[in-house]
């Protein structure tokens, strides 16, 4: 690949060509397999891409903007996305050959997972907030439709849930970007770049506070109901427990993230704006609020499941919650914690709704008092299950273990009382996770259950992954999330 | 503010957004579904209107977004809203609302918090168009409480449909249009989501046999 711009246009139309290609491939094998091939080359273009920004610095083209955050973050999308597809092509085969969906429905699954990636990819790169908008809402119209597909009462009930609240949500968030590109205008010589990111950036510091206030509180209303934030969280645990698995594990590693990337970069663009106003940490202050909030009632509802899937979700809002506070906290140790956090959730998470996508064909429910002795039946999963929930639920040497460190001592600096608030709840959360798996694991396996094809390839290797994170974080990465840091926070901490 | 010293073409524009204010006072209480369709696709009107009016003061691509509003908003979606609801026997369904009287009655209360809302905005600059921020907003709200009031799918959809024209007029009024690409961005995903409703109409009835939201209640915690 010659030039950055040029890996960056293959990283992101790849997908939006594998709409067009998979909507007209008929044969199920073959969109399979070229659904993987896709992905896979979404991600060598992400790489180049990335050792381009590396090398040859920030990239501000034709409405992209390119800078070590969202790189980082594209890099992570696409790695997610190509593993997904590794274990989507035989999990979705199963599921059609045991007659869930129909080959039509397939087609749609295999051309909107594809449409998913874009959206995401198109609203991490490019540098206008209203195309940021309009992908997000377009992540949500390319899911809707996922999380229905088996037809079931219970899934299209998800599915009009999920529409109608993120729909909600993120019109709100539409009036916030309106209400930004009103203030720019009072500011900005040319008008039109209003909505530029990068610009905004550069002159954050005029726009008037009041405007920029009010902005940000429908901003982080609006897609804060997209990161799945308490008190807009409900669809959450609907669309991840009723959807395929593979798009659970999409949900829940990425368009979280991507969610909350967009208020990351809006709290760029509010806090310097604030500081001339009354309220300067307005902003920080309604992160760690809604933050908090999320991760004590993520970690509460966390006790008594009876839905593997949905313990996973909430287990989804209460991580989603503690970065949240993390970036509202603000400071260079938070910021550089919420960022690694990011990461390592991701990783584990969709690792996580992988195995558990097994743990559910092997029981033929999702009912957590009806899955026993995973470890007996096929000692693969059983592990992986246990593994993975040792990683989440933030048990040394793992990642988590050392971003959730990072949150606690920062919180310890700063805001002393309430690193009270996240040791109970990391406490609350553990206890559930483990209350609920260790039986699934452990316990008598039925008579007749068996084992079934798994592919824990994509397991091993997040779990590989988050173990070499928490281990030791290889120098090229913190030193990459040192200079997203340095982005956010104006210093870094190595 | 002065209504006497604006000029023609402000007060004009403050008239119409006001008429779509009051179009979603009439969604909000209208039980009749074909009555609340053509609620909503006067309001488009109104919007487009009101797009047309800021495009005559020399912002050519305005007129896009005015022609866009109106085959989208006032013809296409209602069109289509029409169709379902023929296919699927509602014409002649009226919802019954519990309390007509308080929810319009705390819509105007939701209006006024609106303008107080506003009020800093508004401040910031004499440009009386800068108002229609706070007419719009209170759409949007009006949407949402219609959203929360009303127990029917179309209904929702109305509601959910009625906010984008809300949003719409803010961008509009108060920034002159966002730019083109944004719009047509917005146009896109608003277009989607008409059909994806559309599709859901279908997956309802057919799963669940209603249109009813209060019987959408097979996820929750108890019954797991």
């Known amino acids: 690949m010659g030039s950055p711009f040029s890996a960056l246009l293959v990283t992101v139309f790849t997908p939006l060509a594998g709409v067009a290609l998979l909507a007209v491939v008929r044969t199920l094998s073959v969109a399979g397999w070229l659904n993987l091939g896709l992905t896979v080359l979404e991600f060598m273009a992400s790489l180049a891409l990335a050792s381009a920004v590396a090398y040859g610095g920030d990239l501000t083209a034709h409405s992209f903007h390119i800078d070590a955050l969202n790189v980082y973050l594209v890099v992570l999308t696409t790695f997610i996305g190509m593993t997904t597809a590794i274990f989507s092509r035989p999990y979705m085969a199963q599921v059609c050959a045991e007659g869930r969906i129909t080959r039509q429905r397939m087609q749609l699954y295999h051309a909107m997972f594809q449409g998913f990636q874009f959206t995401m990819l198109l609203a991490l790169t490019t540098d206008n907030l209203g195309v940021l ?114 798009v659970s594990a999409v949900l829940s590693g990425l368009l979280l993230n991507v969610a909350l990337y967009a208020l990351l970069r809006l709290k760029m663009l509010a806090d310097p704006a604030l500081a001339n106003g009354s309220s300067p940490a307005i902003a920080g202050h309604l992160m760690m609020a809604f933050g908090l909030v999320s991760f004590v009632v993520g970690s509460l509802s966390l006790q008594r499941r009876h839905n593997i899937k949905r313990m996973f979700s909430y287990s989804s809002i209460e991580h989603m919650g503690l970065m ?56 693969g999963v059983g592990w992986g299950l246990l593994l993975g929930v040792a990683a989440i639920a933030g048990f040394p040497p793992f990642g988590i273990f050392a971003s959730e460190f990072l949150v606690i001592a920062a919180t310890m600096a700063s805001w002393p009382w309430l ?76 | 503010m002065n209504l006497e010293q604006l000029s023609l073409l402000d007060q004009a524009i403050f008239v119409l957004a006001a008429l779509a204010l009051l179009a979603s006072f009439s969604l909000l209480a209208q039980t009749r579904l074909t009555a609340a369709i053509h609620s909503f696709a006067w309001q488009g ?154 599709v859901f109409f279908f997956h309802i009835s057919e799963s669940i046999e209603t249109l009813d939201v209060d019987l959408l209640n097979r996820l929750n915690e108890r019954e797991e």
């Open chain 1, 324 to 379: 949240t506070f993390a970036f509202g906290m603000g400071g260079p140790l938070a910021t550089f914690a919420g960022l690694l956090h990011m990461l390592v959730h991701s990783l584990t998470k969709s690792a996580i709704f992988v195995t558990v996508g097994h743990a559910t064909h092997i029981a033929g429910t999702q009912t957590i008092e009806h899955i026993r002795g995973l470890i007996h039946t096929q000692p």
């Open chain 2, 45 to 198: 009107v109104m919007v487009a209107l009101v797009t047309t009016l800021v495009a005559l003061s020399g912002i050519h691509h305005l007129y896009v977004s005015a022609l866009l509003t109106l085959s989208l908003k006032s013809l296409l979606i209602p069109w289509m809203l029409h169709r379902l609801v023929r296919r699927l026997d509602m014409e002649s369904e009226a919802e019954s609302i519990g309390h007509p009287t308080l929810l319009v009655l705390a819509g105007a209360g939701l209006v006024i918090f609106c303008y107080w809302v506003a009020l800093p905005i508004e401040r910031l600059d004499m440009i009386s168009t800068r108002n229609v921020i706070a007419v719009s907003l209170a759409i949007v709200v009006l949407g949402l409480w219609m959203m929360v009031a009303r127990r029917r799918v179309v209904t929702q959809v109305l509601g959910f449909m009625s906010m984008e024209n809300g949003l719409f007029l803010a961008a509009v009024a108060s920034t002159r249009g966002m730019p083109l690409v944004v719009e047509l961005g917005v146009a896109f995903d608003v277009l989607v989501a008409a059909i994806l409703f559309g």
């Open chain 1, 133 to 246: 908008w309009v992908a997000v809402e377009g992540a949500t119209l390319a899911t809707v439709l996922l999380v229905s597909l088996y037809r079931t009462p219970e899934s299209v009930e998800a599915a009009w849930k999920y529409f109608i609240l993120c729909g909600v949500g993120i019109a709100l968030a539409l009036f916030g970007t309106v209400l930004v590109y009103f203030a720019a205008q009072q500011v900005l010589a040319d008008p039109e770049q209003g909505l530029t990111w990068s610009v905004l950036h550069a002159s954050a510091a005029q726009l008037d506070p009041t405007v920029l206030g009010i902005a940000f509180v429908f901003l982080l209303v609006g897609y804060g109901t997209k990161v799945g934030l308490v008190p807009m969280h409900f669809w959450l645990p609907d669309a991840h427990s009723e959807g395929p698995t593979p």
């Open chain 1, 419 to 494: 690193s009270v608030i996240l040791l109970s709840g990391l406490a609350i959360a553990f206890a559930g996770l483990f209350g609920n798996v260790q039986p699934m694991v452990y316990g008598a396996a039925p008579e007749n259950q068996a084992a079934v094809k798994a592919n824990m390839l994509p397991v091993v290797v997040h779990l590989l992954l988050v173990l070499w994170l928490g281990l030791a974080i290889p120098a090229l990465l913190a030193n990459w999330l040192n200079q997203v840091t340095v982005l956010i926070a104006g210093e870094g901490v190595l």
